[in-house]
């Protein structure tokens, strides 16, 4: 993926890029960039700087058509390329990720799930491989799996960010405490607990001076 772009107005164009085919039908057959800010909680200023970034030829008059933005975004930011991903840590989190059925639609192709306790292997049904922790890094390096999701108890979080990097991952959403990677892998933490907090300190923003954008 060739890019120059701002890591905020990559989140923001991602964003962008997954409400798009779910516009309601009275916005019609264009969408304006106010349209699209107040649908992410941005601008119509950031939302028109951030399309600029990308520099395509994209006609915005009457606001812009939602398939062409949507192709100018995928080729943009290379999500025309299918991307292969593994799950570690099948716990009830990540069964139901495992389950989720819109990756395909989005480009990534879940291809195993991994687990430590290979009691819980023998149970699960699934319609990918489902193999044990310790056979993560051959697993990953020999299927070319590019991304992986960390989904494991806080103990197995970094053997497990160790396992995925050393297999060949280049990119990785962690669910659990905060590990080390290195340089060459981007990570993603996503805390639930942290999302909450900070809306808990949004919704008492008005009297804390705190601003949303």
């Known amino acids: 993926m060739k ?15 997954g ?3 779910s516009l309601p039908e009275t916005l019609g057959n264009r969408v304006s960039s106010r349209e699209l800010g107040r649908a992410i909680g ?4 950031t939302v028109r700087k951030d399309i600029a970034h990308m520099k395509a030829d994209i006609v915005s008059a009457g606001g812009y058509d939602p398939a062409e933005l949507k ?3 995928a080729s943009c930011l290379g999500l025309l390329e299918p991307r292969r991903a ?12 495992l389950r989720y059925p819109g990756f395909q639609d989005a480009g990534i192709e879940i291809c195993a799930g991994f687990d430590s306790d290979t009691n819980k292997l023998e149970l699960l049904a699934s319609p990918v491989p489902l193999l044990p922790s310790y056979r ?19 103990d197995q979080a970094q053997i497990t960010a160790d396992r995925l990097t050393a297999g060949g991952v280049r990119g990785i959403v962690n669910f659990t405490v905060p590990v080390s ?9 996503v805390s639930v607990l942290d999302e909450l907090r900070i809306l808990a300190a949004l919704a008492d923003g008005a009297d804390q001076n705190i601003q949303e954008k």
Do not use: F, W
Not at 3 to 17: A, K
Not at 137 to 153: N, R
């Open 42 to 45: 941005q601008t119509a200023e």
């Open 181 to 189: 990677v290195p340089e060459t892998v981007n990570m993603r933490h």
């Open 19 to 21: 409400l798009l085919d």
């Open 71 to 73: 192709g100018a975004i």
């Open 3 to 17: 890019r120059t772009l701002p890591l905020p107005s990559l989140e923001r164009l991602c964003g962008i890029y």
């Open 86 to 97: 593994c799950i570690a840590g099948l716990g009830r989190l990540g069964q139901a990720i």
């Open 136 to 154: 993560i890094t051959e697993y990953v390096q020999t299927e070319k799996i590019s991304l992986g999701i960390i989904a494991v108890p806080p």
